[in-house]
């Protein structure tokens, strides 16, 4: 049995870690819990499909042709902004290798020093001046990096994100640096949307109720009926998300330091990335540059496989001497016995001649397998030397 390595080519996100799933050859990034997403999408798409079939062509001949046009479009911008959303890379940030990882830990056993037994080692901080304030980077023992300033890990993906927000499960993602304008445009939209709908829902039914009667309507219109429940429930939580993110931008704030109070104030350090304007603030959030992503998801990497290869041994011994035998220990045996000087004149008598069957005995006996060199005989004929060569080729 021998190995041969097999070297390939594979993209490096085939060999990501993180609980992230890929399509499209590495360029779809999401979170491998993507049932709400799929909830989202069907009820953006449903509500709006209702809306299309039930209402626009009413209201279209009797209000004005610019309705169903306006809802295409805002529609069709909330599934752009929620695609962008959930199908990007947040700002996942790369582990560590196992180089950088062992200079690292060396660093932070030459800051500490030699911790007593049984005591609890410092926590491994670092600390960076932003703008005159001092920030704690903190050490990720799973990615083993000292993470960036406002970067957290993300239990669910299980990746350190830049600039982490929150993980969102009706987008299927995680929240990041690379994507939060688009999560928040997917709110915003999403919120008008909304209003929209169930705005002219009511208008439709009223407008039908003057001539049918509203029993009549909601029998003539059972989509409707469907349409004002979902926006309804889904105008509170959706508007009251849309403020709260609008009212953290204005802060130049995220989710997670809004979380954990990092900027309250309680420990007398305010928010270094604020630049106490809240256009600014917005300017800085919604229309900064867009940064490149650090994984190289797409990158070609060399990766090295083993396969075994056996070579069959030789069914009987008739075909021993055509087929190629696998060199064991055995043959080695031979050699030490024909490393005597052969005399070509010298010839044994043929009773002192060993039988095949004895020299078989002899081969398969354990003890008799390296004789040592005293009972060895000085001189060996080529004629036993041939016969013990072919015995043990046999067996």
């Known amino acids: 049995m021998s190995a041969v390595m097999i070297t390939r080519k594979v993209r490096k996100w085939e060999k990501l870690p993180g609980k992230n799933t890929f399509c499209c050859d590495g360029r779809v990034m999401m979170a491998r819990q993507k049932g709400v997403f799929y909830l989202t999408l069907f009820l953006i798409v ?91 980077l903190k050490y990720c023992y799973t990615c083993k990096i000292f993470r960036p300033p406002r970067a957290s890990h993300c239990s669910i993906c299980d990746n350190c994100v830049d600039r982490f927000d929150h993980h969102c499960p009706w987008v299927g993602n995680c929240v990041g640096k690379r994507n939060y304008r688009y999560f928040y445009l997917f709110t915003l939209s999403l919120s008008l949307l909304t209003i929209y709908i169930f705005t002219f829902d009511i208008v439709h039914v009223v407008m039908r109720s003057v001539d049918n009667g509203f029993l009549n309507t909601l029998k003539e219109t059972p989509g409707t009926v469907l349409e004002v429940l979902v926006c309804f429930f889904t105008l509170w939580s959706v508007v009251g998300l849309t403020g709260f993110h609008t009212y953290l931008i204005s802060l130049n704030q995220t989710t997670n330091e809004d979380i954990k109070g990092s900027w309250s104030g309680k420990n007398r350090v305010q928010n270094p990335y604020s630049h106490k304007n809240i256009i600014k603030n917005c300017c800085e959030v919604l229309c900064g540059p867009t940064y490149p992503s650090v994984l190289d998801r797409r990158g070609l990497m060399q990766e090295d496989s083993s396969a075994s290869a056996t070579s069959a041994a030789p069914s009987s011994s008739s075909s021993s001497s055509s087929n190629p035998v696998p060199q064991t220990t055995r043959p080695v045996l031979c050699l030490q016995k024909t490393t005597a000087p052969l005399i070509p004149n010298e010839h044994t008598p043929d009773d002192a001649k060993p039988s095949i069957a004895a020299s078989a005995e002899k081969s398969s006996s354990p003890k008799e397998e390296q004789p040592p060199a005293s009972k060895l005989p000085p001189l060996a004929s080529p004629e036993t030397d041939a016969e013990a060569s072919i015995t043990n080729k046999t067996h």
């Open 46 to 136: 449903g509500t709006c499909s209702l809306f299309f079939a039930f209402e626009c062509p009413y209201l279209a001949v009797h209000l004005s042709p610019a309705i169903p046009v306006f809802a295409v479009v805002l529609f069709l911008f909330v599934i752009a902004m929620l695609l962008r959303t959930s199908f990007s890379d947040p700002g996942v940030l790369p582990r560590a290798l196992p180089e950088e990882a062992t200079f690292i830990e060396m660093e932070i056993e030459a800051a500490n020093g030699n911790v007593p037994a049984g005591q609890r080692p410092p926590p491994r901080i670092r600390n960076v001046q932003i703008n005159n304030q001092i920030v704690k």
